[in-house]
């Protein structure tokens, strides 16, 4: 700091009283020892102060890092999520045919008798129950025909073989109703149901394709 002497800034009035004192304040060359440990103190304070805004400032740039890197990842969470699902659903109804086909395999008559069961009140009045399904055996007929009678139904059954209807497939008319069933159709309503119900999960407006050329 270079010197400038002989200057005198302090203005006074006509009464000689200060108006403005002067700016000029003496250099500081000495100080005690509490004053040094005062200075050193805050010193340290600043520093201190100085280094937790640096910390403050650094974790808020971590965590807008963090909130953008997370921003970015949430299209390919939410695709892998809905992708997981996707493939937990085909993996179901896949094992659903499998057990399914099996079990109508070895009990073809099983739904036809459940579907009797259930109807029994219907047509217990009805004169007649005509009964269309393929492949039907004399045993089959009269496995048939007793689960009927066990229903209350006291009319006569007739059978008509109908070779277009798949394995556990069947249609029941009588005098004023009709109930058909067929596995594959229903394998089929299952799948639309869940890819749609799948869509509406992901947000999608459209209905999903599946492919149902292994039902």
């Keep these: 700091m270079s ?4 200057i005198f800034d302090t203005e006074f009035d006509a009464d ?3 108006v403005r004192p002067s700016a000029w304040r003496p250099v500081k060359r000495s100080y005690l020892p509490a004053e040094v440990d005062a200075l050193v ?6 520093a ?7 910390i403050e400032n650094m974790r808020a740039m971590a965590l807008g890092a963090v909130a953008q890197a997370t921003t970015a990842a949430l299209p390919g969470l939410k695709a892998a999520a809905q992708a997981h699902r996707e493939q937990s659903a085909e993996l179901a109804l896949a094992a659903a045919r499998v057990i399914g086909g099996a079990a109508l395999a070895r009990f073809p008559q099983a739904p036809l008798k459940a579907a009797l069961e259930t109807l029994a009140q219907e ?3 009805s004169p007649r129950l005509v009964i269309r399904a393929a492949g039907l055996d004399d045993a089959a007929r009269a496995m048939i025909e007793q689960a009927a009678a066990d229903g209350g139904f ?14 556990a497939a069947f249609q029941l008319e009588w005098a004023d109703g009709r109930a058909d069933h067929d596995p594959l159709e229903s394998a ?6 869940l890819t749609a119900a799948l869509a509406a999960e992901a947000g999608h407006a459209e209905t999903l394709t599946a492919d149902r050329s292994d039902f």
């Design 188 to 193: 089929e309503r299952v799948a639309e149901t």
């Design 48 to 54: 201190r102060q100085e280094a937790l805004a640096e």
């Design 3 to 6: 010197a400038k002497p002989f």
């Design 123 to 125: 047509i217990d009045a």
């Design 16 to 18: 000689g009283e200060v």
């Design 41 to 46: 103190a805050q010193a340290r304070l600043e």
């Design 154 to 167: 006291t009319g006569a059954v007739a059978f008509r073989d109908t070779p277009a209807l798949g394995v």
